[in-house]
């Protein structure tokens, strides 16, 4: 979870500091490939990786528990509901363990995004997150680090509910008709490759569901 999370976050971070200032300024960041001209601009090279240190702990801490915390709900649901309801409605665990999960991954984000997004989009604010975390709460408070919570929540939810369920089904029909053997009887490797691929075909269907959305 911490290196599918922090280290894929952190290697997008010029892509993700040109969306945010678009957000913030959209007359003055009017596309990406402009939006990468202001930048290189106003701040070369060394500004297009401004916040990489709170968005690698940010999302390495969200990938953590998004990961661990959902293979226990799954578990967590699945004996409460017991054998035969578990196989019967399988993804509705699936849905609801990955939603869980991200509720406590989301909490563990949160005051990293928001100390990140000020770096990134408030010139003069901090030079990262040892100076930007103190003098966010100085002037917010603890609480103010929680204040994009809810609308985190309404992002990240659908979208890890979606991978994760999808994820399931597809590694399950991997190996329902694409290898002829049992997966306690594929070799490690093998069983290591299907994971990646059923990883990346879940990412590109959520991620492009929840855009469109």
Known sequence: GIFSCGLTHMTVTPLDLVKCNMQI?????KSISSGFGVLLKEQGV??????????????????????????????????IAGPEYASKYKTLIYL?????????????????????VRVQTQPGFARG????????????????????????WGRQIPYTMMKFASFETIVEQIYKHAIP????????SLQLGVSFAGGYIAGVLCANCVSSC
């Open 96 to 116: 609801a363990g990955s939603a869980s999960a991200e509720v406590i991954a989301d909490i563990a984000l949160c005051p990293f995004e928001a100390v990140k």
């Open 129 to 152: 997150l040892g100076d930007g975390l103190p003098k966010f709460i100085k002037s917010e408070g603890t609480l103010g680090l929680y204040k994009g919570l809810v609308p985190l």
């Open 46 to 79: 060394k500004g297009f990786f401004r916040g990489w240190v709170p968005t690698l702990l940010g999302y390495s801490a969200q990938g953590a528990c998004k990961f661990g915390f959902y293979e226990f709900f799954k578990k967590y649901y699945s004996d």
């Open 181 to 188: 053997r049992p997966k306690n009887e594929c070799s490690k």
């Open 25 to 29: 300024d959209p007359a003055k960041y």
